[in-house]
């Protein structure tokens, strides 16, 4: 076992203990919980905790290293039509790949799974030759990200009410724990064939691959617009013993077992490939990289049994009694408070605040990610509780949203602007898609609303509000510093940052 492994540890019971705290205070207030959720949460929360640790072990010994390493040997191949031909492949492979991207297929009405699966998958690909080839060419950001928007928002004018929101959502569904290590150590490995030196090109690739889904899904749509599927409503098992809790886990330890040999089969086989053909890495190299990928299969299956069989039905239970009180107002503040700790659970956000500080040689700190990533977790699911209690359509938050940040990211600097758009894909993990959604489920079920189009879209609102939160921490440190003038422009004093928040 890694050294540090007791210290990741200790990271994912810091990240667990405060949601699993609120939801126990709950549970003894104002939304009293039946044994048999409560039981699942906490053993949930267990397996979360332990999975979350040897997941960031595994990133950090071989997701992270087989990225960076296929990155550095394209682009010191310097072959163009090679690198894009490998990215496109990469994408749409890993993406497929993604134990979340089934749980979305399964939710859009009238559209085979297979069909979802391809056509985000493709998505997903086509936008990581846009990334590279904007890395590469030093293409500008802003103007690259305000047309790809441009297109979605005029796009979802023609898109039917029912698949708006779940079309929003597929673009932070399928930036998750697999994708975002893999992609963004793919792209620091090739950002040294790129123009500029001011370090922004080895942020924003996730950013530009979550727009991939929104707009392949947003098309799929005028296809199928005539498509007549329905939302099935989540079922809470009930068990009359501990034993039966516990057969509750073990009969889903397999399935999810095989969705995550599936995940990281196609990132091994490519790493095997290019092992045997160019890269030769040596012995100690390879064991370390095997025994990551280990780590990574044994953590990532243990966290997502939690968070399905733990934490959905609690998230869905409480949402519905909190929905169903005189006061569901309640909702908005509660809603609020469980976003703002539930998203130092998301196993990729550590990976980002770990590369993010490590690319910038502890200019922008990970407490500086995380503290504005909670502040943008609990805008999210605020505004997601208005929109369940009151019924208005997701544009009216989305729309205003990404004005102000796309505006934003033409004042700010480009560090700030690369690393927001990438922090708003990897803050809708696992956590949003299995506790938070169902959460807002539950809530609208108990109003009567209409699921799809009130609960849905509370993954895309956890991928905006981020783009907003850190480029406006970026634009007070511009504001604070612009008598100074830095070597490097994301030399920022990790100091400055910290007095910001």
């Known amino acids: 076992m890694p050294t540090d492994f007791r210290e990741k540890i200790n990271d994912s019971l810091k990240a667990v203990l405060p949601i699993t705290g609120i939801v126990m205070v709950l549970c003894v207030t104002v939304a009293s919980m039946p044994l048999a959720p409560l039981m699942l949460f906490l053993v949930g929360a267990v397996l979360l905790v332990v999975g979350m640790g040897l997941f960031n072990v595994g990133a950090d010994m071989a997701m992270m290293p087989i990225g960076q390493k296929v990155g550095l040997f394209l682009s010191r191949t310097g072959k163009l039509k090679l690198i894009l ?255 703002f700790f539930i998203v130092k659970a998301e196993p990729a956000v550590g990976v980002l605040g770990r590369q993010v500080e490590d690319i910038t040689d502890g200019a922008i700190s990970q407490k500086t990610i995380l503290v504005g990533l909670s502040i943008s977790m609990a805008l999210s699911v605020g505004l997601s509780m208005v929109r369940v209690l009151t019924g208005i359509s997701i544009l009216w938050f989305l729309i205003p949203g990404y004005v102000v940040a796309l505006g934003l990211s033409f004042v700010v600097p480009k560090i700030f602007t690369a690393v927001a758009f990438d922090s708003g894909g990897v803050a809708s993990g696992p956590m949003t898609a299995t506790f938070l959604l169902p959460f807002a489920m539950g809530a609208v079920e108990a109003l009567g609303g209409n699921v799809l189009q009130d609960a849905f879209g509370i993954v895309a609102m956890v991928a905006m509000t981020p783009l907003v939160t850190l480029q406006l921490i970026g634009l007070v440190y511009k504001l604070r510093t612009k008598h100074k003038k830095p070597k490097v422009e994301y030399e920022i004093h990790e100091e400055t940052i910290i007095e910001l928040m």
């Open 85 to 339: 031909i490998s990215s496109f492949f990469i994408g749409a492979l890993i993406t497929m790949a993604e134990p979340d991207l089934n749980v979305l297929a399964g939710q859009i009405p009238g559209v085979p799974d297979e069909t979802i699966i391809w056509c985000v998958a493709i998505g997903v690909g086509l936008f990581l030759v846009l990334a590279f080839l904007r890395t590469l060419l030093s293409w500008n950001l802003n103007f690259l990200l305000l047309l790809c928007y441009g297109l979605v928002f005029t796009l979802a004018a023609f898109v039917p009410g029912d698949f708006l929101a779940v079309a929003f959502d597929s673009g932070g569904v399928t930036t998750g724990p697999i994708t975002v290590p893999f992609i963004m150590a793919l792209g620091i490995g090739l950002s040294s064939m790129g123009k500029d030196d001011s370090g922004s090109n080895d942020f924003g690739l996730i950013g530009l691959c979550s727009v991939g889904p929104i707009l392949s899904v947003l098309i799929l749509s005028l296809i199928y617009r005539s498509g007549g599927g329905s939302y099935t409503p989540l079922s809470i098992p009930e068990l009359s013993s501990t034993k039966e809790v516990w057969m509750q886990f073990q009969s889903s330890f397999t399935d999810y077992a095989k969705e995550v040999t599936s995940a990281l089969l196609p990132v091994l086989i490519l790493f095997l490939t290019f092992q045997f053909i160019f890269l030769r890495l040596n012995k100690k190299t390879l064991i370390r990289i095997t025994l990551g990928i280990v780590y990574t299969f044994v953590g990532l299956t243990l966290f997502l049994t939690g968070v399905n069989v733990g934490f959905m039905p609690a998230g869905n239970y409480i949402g519905s009694r909190l929905a169903a009180l005189p006061y569901n107002w309640i909702l908005i503040p509660l809603g609020m408070l469980i976003g």
